[in-house]
């Protein structure tokens, strides 16, 4: 078990370039999420796979933001025509569903990757 | 998901005892509480969640009142690697998403 990795870990861009995140679950792990998280701020929920199955998406996920989990391992995060307010942390958590007692889920997190568009 | 209330921040001396409230008065009778901490520089950590019953792990024990309505972290021999943001959570076992939904959290300062 190597935890959850992300790549990069420190992303700097130009207003309007585009941006691609990996997050590498952890390997038995069939759930997986996306979470953006500003200075001073919790992490707020952005998406959520099932294998490869994207199943929820929140207001915050704009037309600009896409989400992939090809074949249920790794993910994706690809934000086009960056704006200044996508300066953030965005993390990514993976859970094996149902690892806690009550069925419920212990979300393990990766280090998040720090974007800043200049 | 019900909503939480925690104190903005918090010192704790390096080996007592260190006591995190969480309010959380409009909580629903599936929904569990869950803390969860952030290390500067981290993703966040889950420590330990509960429903009506008293909880204890190898982090922390969770002490929820009979009414539910709130709940205390503790961690029994703080350490400096313990101060980091603590965050309080209620949701449903099964919600949308699986989503967790952070608030401000406490943040917590260890003291030597």
């Known amino acids: 078990d190597t935890g959850v990795s992300q790549d990069p870990r420190h992303k700097i861009t130009k207003r309007g370039q585009n941006v691609t995140f990996r997050c590498d679950p952890i390997s038995e792990h069939n759930r997986l999420y996306w979470y953006r998280q500003t200075l001073g701020q919790g992490p707020e929920f952005l998406t959520y796979?099932?294998?490869?199955?994207?199943?929820?998406k929140s207001r915050l996920l704009s037309d600009r933001f896409s989400a992939e989990r090809p074949k249920g391992s790794f993910s994706t995060l690809e934000i086009q025509r960056t704006e200044q307010g996508d300066s953030a942390m965005y993390l990514c958590?993976?859970?094996?569903?149902?690892?806690?007692?009550?069925?419920?889920?212990?979300?393990?997190f990766g280090p998040g990757t720090r974007l800043t568009v200049t | 998901d019900a909503k939480t209330t925690q104190p903005t921040s918090m010192d704790c001396a390096e080996g007592r005892a260190a006591n995190l409230p969480c309010n959380h008065s409009?909580?629903?009778?599936?929904?569990?509480v869950y803390w969860y901490r952030q290390i500067h520089s981290q993703g966040p950590q889950y420590i330990i969640h509960?429903?009506?019953n008293n909880e204890t792990n190898e982090m922390a024990s969770l002490i929820i009142t009979e009414d539910r309505k709130s709940s205390t972290l503790i961690l029994p021999h703080a350490t400096l690697r313990d101060t980091a943001v603590y965050y309080c959570i209620v949701r449903v076992a099964k919600a949308a998403g699986n989503k967790l939904t952070f608030g401000g959290g406490t943040r917590v300062l260890v003291k030597p």
């Open positions: 409009t909580i629903s009778g599936n929904e569990y």
């Open positions: 958590a993976s859970s094996r569903e149902g690892g806690l007692a009550g069925g419920i889920d212990e979300q393990y």
């Open positions: 509960g429903l009506k």
């Open positions: 796979f099932q294998n490869e199955a994207q199943l929820e």
